[in-house]
């Protein structure tokens, strides 16, 4: 198996962390290399609070507190925030990285209180019911960002009918909430709350799909990527990169 398919050069600050530890705690495709694109386009600094939504196993927050020096909450309905904790002492940034465990919906935080947001891998899961942008702005100060990386159509599917074949089976329960990169533009826009300051496909996103499919064990359960990937000849799985400034 082929495991070195990531460029380091593509994703030098990634390329500084033990790939045996970014494997072992990914919840899908590199964790790191999507925050270290996202990181991209986003002013970070040091001492910056940013919530980490949706963190899983936190690698996310641990890499921006190590090479940016932020403060990140690190948040998830699911994770253990101890063993969280544990992973962002054994990489010595206890001191800023917070990991708590919280549904998206009932985040217990100050009005105002963070310079930006960011959701890897996790946003579909809450960001596309239309009320929760208003909802998530209002913890990010004015001038603050929101960033997000996730899985994108590069075309639009209307209905099923829309969608290739390897699709239909699971359609309903892991596509259907799946869109492009314009839908997510105009989602945001349309709400006057923020200023979209880049909508589109992570440069990396075949590299990164192809080798989160190839990094599945013989034998380990299927997700819908795994089976989807490998059976998209037409390039339709992608993953995009929206970034966005409250007004
Ligand atoms: C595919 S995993 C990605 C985790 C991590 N960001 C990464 O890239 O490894 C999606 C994460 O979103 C979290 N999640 C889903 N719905 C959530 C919600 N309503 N509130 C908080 N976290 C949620 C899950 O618990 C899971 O850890």
Redesign the pocket.
């Known amino acids: 198996m082929n495991r070195a398919a990531i460029s380091p050069s593509a994703f030098p600050l990634t390329a500084k962390y033990d790939p045996q530890w970014v494997r072992d705690?990914?919840?899908?495709?590199?964790?790191l290399c999507?925050?270290e694109s996202l990181a991209r386009h986003l002013p970070l600094r040091a001492g910056m609070r940013v919530l980490?939504?949706?963190?899983?196993?936190?690698?996310?927050s641990i890499f921006l507190a190590r090479e940016f020096g932020i403060q990140a909450w690190a948040?998830?309905?699911?994770?253990s925030p101890t063993e969280n904790h544990k992973r962002a002492m054994e990489l010595q940034c206890e001191a800023s990285v917070f990991p708590l465990q919280?549904?998206?919906?009932s985040l217990p935080f100050a009005k105002e209180f963070f310079d930006a947001v960011i959701?890897?891998?996790?946003f579909l899961?809450?960001g596309t019911d239309d009320r929760y942008l208003g909802y998530l702005i209002q913890f990010v100060k004015p001038g603050g960002f929101i960033g997000v990386v996730d899985i994108a159509f590069t075309r639009e599917l209307q209905s099923i009918e829309e969608a290739p074949g390897y699709l239909r089976p699971q359609y309903a329960k892991h596509w259907s909430y799946v869109h492009s990169v314009q839908w997510w533009k105009q989602h945001w826009e349309k709400t006057a709350l923020v200023d979209v300051q880049c909508a589109e496909l992570l440069p990396e996103s075949d590299e990164l799909l192809r080798d989160y499919v190839r990094g599945r064990l013989p034998g380990q359960d299927e997700d819908s990527i795994m089976r989807a990937v490998p059976r998209d000849h037409e390039g339709l799985i992608s993953l995009f990169c929206l970034v966005a400034r409250k007004c």
Request: aromatic share 6%; charged share 20%.
């Open positions: 705690n990914a919840l899908g495709e590199n964790a999507q925050v980490d939504l949706g963190c899983g196993k936190a690698t996310s948040a998830d309905e699911a994770t919280v549904d998206a919906h959701a890897i891998d996790s899961y809450f």
